[in-house]
Nanobody
Framework: QVQLVESGGGLVQAGGSLRLSCAAS????????MGWFRRAPGKEREFVAG???????TYADSVKGRFTISRNNAKDTVYLQMNSLKPEDTAVYYC?????????????????WGQGTQVTVSS
């Protein structure tokens, strides 16, 4: 059974940093793209960052220059380093595994999802 477990969320002041981790289990994920999404209260789930099987990376414009996605295939883990956090980054953050190796930015392209981790940025 495929499982994704996120960790690293919490409460931080504006300008601070957090590092999210997503540990995958149940199969080998090195051949699949992986992504981070978020859902703020009253808003739709939105793409944050993604990384293809070969390391290609895409970011949402709202997080470019502040967030960094990376993966460790040996550990089946993907990370999201978040710096210079803003109150508008407050959301539940989800990691997900794409159906294939290439990067997509829409939720429908992803097969498996974690339970989410709350990130709250105070002003």
């Amino acid at each position: 059974q495929v499982q994704l477990v996120e960790s690293g969320g919490g409460l931080v002041q504006a300008g601070g940093s957090l590092r999210l981790s997503c540990a995958a289990s149940g199969r080998t994920f090195s051949a699949y793209a992986m992504g981070w999404f978020r859902r703020a209260p009253g808003k739709e789930r939105e793409f944050v960052a993604g990384i293809s099987w070969s390391g290609g990376i895409t970011y949402a414009d709202s997080v470019k220059g502040r967030f960094t996605i990376s993966r460790n295939n040996a550990k089946d883990t993907v990370y999201l380093q978040m710096n210079s956090l803003k109150p508008e980054d407050t959301a539940v953050y989800y990691c997900a595994v794409d159906r294939g190796p290439f990067l997509n930015t829409v939720p429908v392209a992803y097969d498996y999802w974690g339970q989410g981790t709350q990130v709250t940025v105070s002003s």
